[in-house]
């Protein structure tokens, strides 16, 4: 199991930085902020419809990032080995307890 988390902590690493990128690669609603990041470089090299797979190429790495931040939160859960506090509770005698009846002293 630490193989595997150490191994898609490491890809949810490069799966960050690629998203990171990916972003900053496409036209905002005022294209001139999007033009200092490479807006415009990522047009001339992926063509005409370079909006369009950008979003779907941002669209599956996002996918892919929740989908190994949920793996590596069930992992963990998995390999965590300290009680819980039920656990932890000391079992008492769980013979019931009959109240005594008050002596009427006349």
Known sequence: MEV????????LVII???L???ILMQ???GAEIGAIF??????????AGASNILTKITYWLGG???FIVFSLSFIHHKSM????????IEVQDESP????KPENKQ
């Open 81 to 88: 080995k300290s009680p819980t506090v039920v656990d932890e």
């Open 27 to 29: 036209k905002t609603k």
């Open 64 to 66: 892919l990032f929740l």
């Open 38 to 47: 490479g807006s415009g470089a990522a047009a001339a090299v992926l063509g």
């Open 16 to 18: 960050a930085v690629l």
């Open 97 to 100: 307890v009959t109240p005594k």
């Open 20 to 22: 990171i990128i990916i």
């Open 4 to 11: 595997l988390y150490t191994v898609l902590s490491i890809l």
